[in-house]
Nanobody, 118 residues
Framework: HVQLVESGGGSVQPGGSLRLSCTVS????????MGWYRQGPDNECDLLST???????YYHDSVKGRFTISQDNAKMTVYLQMNSLKPDDTGVYYC?????????????RGQGTQVTVS
């Protein structure tokens, strides 16, 4: 049974930081390709960052230099460190297993975690 549970969101002022966590079960992170998506006020899902099983990463231009994705296989958790936050970063953040999409929002399986920057 696959579960992806997001946490770590909150309300911060512009320039602040948050670290999001995605704790997984039923997923072998060593073999996974994981991504973080944001659903903004327009309800569109934007792919912000990915980390692959080989350690390679991807960042959307809007977050390069500000966000860092990482994973801790022993803790079965994928992180998204977000620094220098901007109001445009506001939204609900979801983590997604690109090898096993769920039927939830943005292809995830969890409830997401709300980030508000204002």
């Amino acid at each position: 049974h696959v579960q992806l549970v997001e946490s770590g969101g909150g309300s911060v002022q512009p320039g602040g930081s948050l670290r999001l966590s995605c704790t997984v079960s039923g997923v072998t992170l060593e073999h996974a390709d994981m991504g973080w998506y944001r659903q903004g006020p327009d309800n569109e899902c934007d792919l912000l960052s990915t980390v692959s099983y080989d350690g390679s990463t991807y960042y959307h231009d809007s977050v390069k230099g500000r966000f860092t994705i990482s994973q801790d296989n022993a803790k079965m958790t994928v992180y998204l460190q977000m620094n220098s936050l901007k109001p445009d970063d506001t939204g609900v953040y979801y983590c997604v297993d690109h090898n096993d999409y769920g039927s939830g929002t943005c292809g995830g399986r969890g409830q997401g975690t709300q980030v508000t920057v204002s």
